[in-house]
T-cell receptor, first 112, second 113 residues
Framework: DTGVSQNPRHKITKRGQNVTFRCDPI?????LYWYRQTLGQGPEFLTY????????KSRLLSDRFSAERPKGSFSTLEIQRTEQGDSAMYLC??????????FGPGTRLTVL | LAKTTQPISMDSYEGQEVNITCSHN???????ITWYQQFPSQGPRFIIQGYKTKVTNEVASLFIPADRKSSTLSLPRVSLSDTAVYYCLVGASSSGSARQLTFGSGTQLTVLP
């Protein structure tokens, strides 16, 4: 087991472009979480999946954000029409039902 | 979700024991206390979790008084590589519903040579 992986690790895009990030959780973890972290702050919860079902979404997740986990394994987070305020580290975590969340290395997004 | 309060920063020297205290006055009966460590440009790493009294693993100890309104993370004999941000979180650790983690701003620990 190699832990949670995220791709890409870095993404630079121009304002208005769409971006998609991928998260591969630890195998057999049925829960998958997305967080966003800006400089100097702790991670903020965005959304959560149990298997393929998206069960919770933060109010931080605007209409431009969409997340999927179609087969209950990997997940994608898409941001449409990116804005400079979307620049942040996007973190993915996974867990079993015991709730200890294990985080991936994150994808750092820079919107120019 | 219970709010936590931690010192913004702490300095220590190599080889010393470091204790980081977290206040969580509004902790609920079924809330657990969890500590994460985060290095720059990396995701948070789970350190330790506890409910009451004392928990110890190969990395740290967690002390929780009887009223559970605070907790102390103890790092024995720190090294330069322990320089990181440490987050204290409280929340239920039971199955059956999503448990989004609520991070505060954390404590920046700097270990000096």
């Amino acid at each position: 087991d190699t832990g949670v992986s995220q791709n890409p690790r870095h993404k630079i895009t121009k304002r208005g472009q769409n971006v998609t990030f991928r998260c591969d959780p630890i195998s057999e973890h049925n829960r998958l979480y997305w967080y966003r972290q800006t400089l100097g702050q702790g991670p903020e919860f965005l959304t959560y999946f149990q298997n393929e079902a998206q069960l919770e979404k933060s109010r931080l997740l605007s209409d431009r954000f969409s997340a999927e986990r179609p087969k209950g394994s990997f997940s994608t987070l898409e941001i449409q029409r990116t804005e400079q305020g979307d620049s942040a580290m996007y973190l993915c975590a996974s867990s079993k039902s015991t709730d200890t969340q294990y985080f991936g290395p994150g994808t750092r997004l820079t919107v120019l | 979700l219970a709010k936590t309060t931690q010192p913004i920063s702490m300095d220590s020297y190599e080889g010393q024991e470091v204790n980081i205290t977290c206040s969580h006055n509004n902790i609920a009966t079924n809330d657990y206390i969890t500590w994460y460590q985060q290095f720059p440009s990396q995701g948070p790493r789970f350190i330790i979790q506890g409910y009451k009294t004392k928990v110890t693993n190969e990395v740290a100890s967690l002390f929780i008084p009887a009223d559970r309104k605070s907790s102390t993370l103890s790092l024995p004999r720190v090294s330069l590589s322990d320089t990181a941000v440490y987050y204290c979180l409280v929340g239920a650790s039971s199955s059956g519903s999503a448990r989004q983690l609520t991070f505060g701003s954390g404590t920046q620990l700097t270990v000096l040579p």
